[in-house]
């Protein structure tokens, strides 16, 4: 043995790491979706996190092109549209049938076909789109979502025009005595069918595949220099992250039992851009976490404020402009920051930061309510805590002003001295 | 023949103001490689710009003045916003251009509202210019052409013929040259995504009144005119031009085509009462810039006239 | 974190804003878009919601007990609306209103068909203020729905009837978005047309993809060209402010008859040029004379949210018939209730309102109006507003078209 290869097998991670890092979250990951039945959630939450989970599938799958492959695609929803599609034909096939194929498989084996469906589409959209990286790639896949949804509201049979397809999820045989009726019985469900795509995806990363997806995000010539096909890899992978959309859709036929043409359209491929990012594709959970709060936010941000979209786009321009990495990124750094030697000063620095941010968070707060029952015109005031702000008050323009002077001071000179450092 | 005249007339307009709108954003795009999600914003403020200063001046003031607000704001989002996520790459600044054209939608709804504003054509040009097949043609349409050809001349002068022209010019094709030569690239990218959200904002000023102003007009203009940009070429002015005509006329007179695909494939036996069959042209009238761009980029990724891959 | 954190924040301020509202007995739901860019249909429906059952409070509530309004945004995604729905019965919600969209409409009534037979006892009801898809009383009518708006068919037997009465309309041009809603319309006009008025030729029938079109010139074109008289159309939200726009512009001064001609801001994009040329038909329109007490409704709802007008009348019908309703059951329970809103009648400011019992469809009067600037209340802030025409009122049993609906109803 040489010297190099020793270093490198001492460089390697010890199997009690290994099992830190690659088995134990998942062990935990997989303790949590089996508990949290038994605090008895009320059939809202379940909902809930019936559609977390659908999204932590998709924003993962997403994460395949954008974070590991670097590929920036706008239209991810048209996979994950067409195979839910397909999955609520089957729900139908199933219903109708009397016996024979359809009539003995388990509703619960849906994911696998919608995982199907999503190779299949992604094969034959992804030939022509992934011969380009970049922008090039971004552009297409825009036009093709454009094309898709404007396609589904022109063929009726197959995507049933604005009213969408739906479908019964108790037809069909029981699978391990689950009637899929309830929702404690999706939950199950949805929980398995997580479970098995974060596994599967992250098992995916550990494949040479999913290795060269990196490499060809970071540099495809030398990716080709090694001799690999940079395009085939593109390509690959996107016929993969298709597929993982699409088991997220055989999920949400499931859980919603109805798709609509607007399910392939921009709208929840730019969420799902959002939610990826948000929660930072530079880690492999970092879409978990987007995929967690996004759906949070949209289900239920918008029962406080009718500016829900606002704080959306102003949380996603923080996040591009000063948090690259995303939730993940703020999670782990204070999990190492709270590690290292010097973790008092670090514990301070983020102190005065947070009080900074939680600052201008209040102004922010105070200035989108204010200025919307102002613009709605309803007379109707902004009353946190019983406190009165009128659009007129001298309070409302203080609270408005001085707490973010303050925190925009606070964060210059916090910056400043980490600068000076 | 009627149908072929008036196709010709509005789809000239039409692909005048995409060009308008998508002028701009070529400069931006090939001088700073970025890909301006928030553009068809900065046409939606225009229109709105006009209509408030319409309200307490007039139109003529308006015409001036909204262009201007909207490329100081541009020139504004440049220097605190874009020139900070550059360092992050060109993924970073689409998806802050991304997040920008949410916020701009939000921005707008507070100030204006959420239904559309009552912005009218003004009295002075709201006549009829002349009838053609029984059909009246109002005078405002050749308004609208008239400004964006005195755009075109002047955007043309601009640079080809004076030294501000030149720099741009040498920016879009070697950025980091001008650099070294001493010429101040930060202020011209500025200056360039100023004068590009002003062109969007003119745009705007001569296109609200023209549809309509509503919250929604940037989203549903947005995606066509990256259409243009992708289609025309990067880096071309030319490119755009004929890309924004060629799209603004196929859109409209594939609208005024009746014939159906049972008509057009009916001897490949394909028939009329068939799903397929029963889709006419026009209904694929909005569709077809999108085809255009996936077809253009797997055949032609340069565009028609651009010289560099997108 | 900061996110959560602000998250929090907003949480708790609206928990506050909601302890301090009164403790109610009924809870209602609404679920429409309230925010995005269908926002402000759902926003002018909630608020005629809000007033009307404010003044249902005031005058003793629903059978005696107190109502809680709750608005639920669905951002018209029938997906979405099935989160909201379930938020809204976990809450305890026992009627649901919804209106914008009939997909969302049928999403909600197979989820509500779902709901109440997973689990009886805890069953809700579905009012529906809005979606006119005809099917929603005919093959794919519940017990659980209810309808207060006349469906598509009705409102086309409306327009019908009166293209019968206009001597000087031959030629008729079908122009609607393409998909259920639109195709419907257009089979509706044609078969109509044919059967009642033989001597009215159908020019042109076009379906236009649904909000894609910024230029209608063309079409407007097309029309010009067909020499056709009157325009019958089903579009909603910009297709149809775009279209008439396009039609004022080009100088085609003849009748639009619209379905939602009178949705907001139409009036106020067309100007003047929206006189004569565009009409609508509707369940009431604010410049008929009802009397003081309804002339004083719509000049408080003006006053209180002075955004919108007076325009789902429909609303204040149908809280006036639920109410009606838990009176005549002596209850506010579900089933009663809905027994109770079978075959009941009330006296709308416009003519009085039946539900029939067969499908759940109301029968009523319904209106041609068009815009005109000599009226009493505008529209849209201008001066402008809705006025009748000659033979524009269509009777209820006129209007009234045959049921398939077999209707099944729990013991």
Redesign the interface.
């Known amino acids: 043995m040489t010297d190099m290869t020793m270093q490198s097998t001492a460089l390697g991670p010890t199997s009690a790491e290994k099992f830190r890092q690659r088995v134990l979250p998942f062990v935990l990951f997989g303790l949590v979706l089996a508990i949290i039945p038994f605090f008895g959630p009320s059939r809202t939450t379940m909902t809930l996190l019936n559609h977390i989970g659908i999204n932590i599938v998709f924003a993962l799958a997403y994460n395949m092109l954008l974070g590991r492959a670097g590929l920036l695609s706008f239209g991810h929803a048209v996979y994950l549209g067409l195979a839910g599609y397909f999955c609520v034909h089957i729900l139908n096939w199933i219903d109708a049938a009397d016996g024979g194929f359809w009539g003995n498989l388990p509703v619960f084996s849906l994911p696998i076909w919608g995982f199907a469906m999503g190779a299949l589409a992604g094969a034959v959209i992804g030939w022509p789109s992934c011969r380009r990286a970049g922008t090039a790639f971004a552009m297409i896949s825009l036009g093709v979502a454009e094309l898709m949804a404007a396609a589904a509201f022109m063929f009726d049979s197959l995507f049933g025009g604005e009213m969408g397809i739906s479908g019964d999820r108790m037809s069909g045989p029981e699978f391990l005595g689950m009637s899929l009726g309830p929702l404690d019985e999706v939950y199950w469900f949805v929980a398995f069918w997580t479970f098995v795509g974060v596994v599967a995806m992250f098992m995916f990363t550990r494949t040479p595949l999913g290795k060269l997806s990196e490499a060809t995000r970071d540099n495809p010539e030398r990716v080709q220099f090694i001799g690999y096909d940079p395009t085939r890899v593109r390509y690959l992978v996107f016929i993969f992250s298709a597929a993982f959309a699409g088991m997220a859709g055989g999920m949400a036929a499931v859980q919603d039992e109805i798709f609509t043409p607007e399910s392939m359209s921009l709208i929840p491929s730019g969420a799902i851009l959002i939610a990826a990012y948000v929660g930072g594709i530079r880690y492999f959970s970092g879409p978990i976490m987007g995929a967690i709060l996004m759906t949070w936010m949209s289900s239920n941000l918008s029962d406080y404020t009718v500016g829900w979209l606002l704080y959306l786009g102003l949380m996603f321009i923080t996040v591009v402009m000063f948090v690259p990495d995303g939730i993940a990124g703020l999670v782990f750094g204070f999990w190492n920051g709270i590690r290292s030697p010097n973790r008092s000063h670090l514990m301070a620095k983020w102190a005065q930061q947070a009080v900074g941010v939680a600052l201008m968070i209040v102004s922010i707060i105070v200035i989108v309510e204010v200025a919307f029952r102002w613009s709605e015109g309803y007379g109707e005031v902004f009353e946190p805590w019983g406190m009165e702000l009128p659009h007129d008050g001298v309070i409302t323009w203080l609270l408005a002003i001085v707490p973010l002077a303050l925190g925009v001071a606070l964060l210059r000179r916090v910056a400043r001295k980490s600068e000076e450092v | 023949m009627?149908?072929i005249v008036?196709?010709l007339l509005?789809g000239t307009i039409?692909g005048l103001l995409l060009f308008m709108l998508s002028s701009g954003l070529t400069l931006i795009f090939s001088m700073m490689g970025v890909?301006n999600f928030a553009h068809a914003s900065f046409y939606m403020l225009g229109a709105y710009f006009a209509y408030t200063i319409m309200g307490v001046t007039n139109f003529w003031l308006a015409l001036f003045l909204a262009p201007i607000l909207a490329g100081v704001i541009g020139m504004g989002v440049e220097k605190w916003?874009l020139r900070?996520?550059h360092a992050?790459g060109?993924?970073?600044e689409?998806?802050?251009t991304?997040?920008?054209a949410?916020?701009i939608?939000?921005?707008v709804?507070?100030?204006w509202?959420?239904?559309?504003?009552?912005y009218?054509v003004p009295d002075s040009l709201n006549f009829?210019l002349f009838?053609i097949?029984?059909?009246?043609?109002?005078a405002?349409?050749i308004f609208i052409l008239f400004v964006a050809i005195f755009m075109l001349v002047s955007l043309w002068y601009l640079l080809k013929k004076t030294r501000v022209g030149l720099i741009i010019q040498a920016a879009l094709s070697h950025p980091h040259m001008v650099g070294h030569l001493g010429h101040n690239v930060p202020l011209v990218f500025m200056g360039v995504f100023g004068a590009g959200c002003a062109l969007a904002g003119l745009a705007g000023v001569i296109g609200g009144n023209y549809?309509?102003t509503?919250?929604?007009m940037a989203?549903?203009?947005g995606?066509i005119v990256?259409?243009v940009v992708?289609v025309g070429g990067l880096g071309s002015l030319e490119g755009a031009f004929i890309a924004a005509m060629l799209i603004g006329l196929l859109q409209?007179?594939a609208?005024?085509v009746n014939a159906s695909f049972a008509d057009i494939f009916g001897f490949l036996g394909l028939s009329a009462t068939s799903?397929?069959g029963s889709?006419?042209i026009?209904?694929l009238?909005?569709?077809l810039p999108?085809?255009l761009?996936?077809l253009i980029?797997?055949v032609k990724?340069t565009g028609l006239m651009g010289d560099r891959?997108? | 974190m900061k996110n959560f954190k602000r998250a929090v924040l907003a949480a708790s301020v609206s928990v506050v804003a909601m302890a301090s509202a009164a403790a109610a007995d009924v809870k209602v739901a609404f679920i429409d878009p309230l925010s995005g860019p269908f926002g402000p249909s759902g926003d002018a429906a909630f608020t005629s919601y809000k007033l009307a059952f404010e003044h249902l409070n005031a005058n003793g509530g629903l059978n005696g007990e107190q109502v809680e309004l709750t608005g639920y945004d669905n951002k018209v995604s029938p997906k979405e609306s099935l989160v909201q729905l379930q938020k809204a019965i976990d809450s305890g919600a026992k009627y649901i209103f919804q209106g914008n969209g009939s997909s969302v409409a049928a999403a909600i009534i197979d989820a509500v068909n779902k709901h109440n037979a997973r689990n009886p006892g805890d069953e809700v009801l579905f009012l529906n203020y809005a979606a006119v898809t005809p099917a929603f009383t005919n093959e794919a009518c519940s017990f659980w729905h209810f309808r207060f708006d006349a469906h598509a068919d009705m409102k086309m037997n409306a327009i019908t009837d009166w293209i019968g009465t206009r001597d000087d309309i031959k030629k008729v041009y079908l122009i609607g978005q393409d998909y259920i809603f639109g195709e419907a319309v257009a089979a509706a006009a044609s078969s109509q047309l044919a059967e009642k008025t033989p001597n009215v030729e159908i020019v042109g029938n076009e379906l236009h993809p649904l909000g894609k079109v910024k230029d209608f010139t063309p079409y407007i074109q097309k029309i010009q060209s067909s020499g056709a008289d009157a325009v019958i159309t089903g579009n909603w939200g910009q297709d149809m402010t775009l279209l008439v726009k396009a039609a004022a512009d080009s100088g085609l001064k003849i009748p639009f008859l619209t379905f939602y001609g009178g949705s907001l801001g139409a009036v106020a994009a067309l100007g003047e040029g929206s006189i004569d040329t565009l009409y609508q038909v509707s369940e009431g329109i604010t410049n008929i004379d009802a009397g003081e007490e309804q002339n004083k409704l719509i000049e408080e709802y003006k006053e209180r949210f002075p955004d919108y007008d007076y325009y789902y009348h429909r609303a204040f019908v149908a809280v006036d018939m639920l109410a009606a309703a838990a009176e005549k059951a002596g209850s506010t329970d579900v089933i009663p209730v809905a027994k109770a809103l079978e075959g009941l009648t009330v006296e709308g400011a416009y003519g009085p309102v039946t539900m029939r019992a067969e499908d759940h469809q109301a029968q009523q009067n319904l209106y041609i109006s068009t815009v005109s600037n000599d009226v009493k209340y505008g529209v849209d802030n201008i001066e402008l507003g809705w006025k009748l025409v000659d033979n524009g009122t269509i009777e209820a049993a006129s209007a009234e078209e045959p049921t398939t609906c077999k209707m099944e109803r729990p013991e």
């Open positions: 009627e149908t008036f196709s509005n039409y890909l916003g900070k996520v992050n060109h993924v970073a689409l998806l802050f991304f997040g920008l949410y916020l939608d939000e921005i709804k507070i100030i509202g959420r239904v559309s504003v009552n009218q009829t009838t097949y029984g059909s009246d043609y109002p405002y349409r549809f309509i509503d919250p929604a989203v549903q203009m995606p990256f259409v992708v409209t007179s609208v005024s799903e397929v889709i006419t026009s209904s009238a909005p569709m999108f085809l761009l996936v980029l797997i990724p891959e997108v």
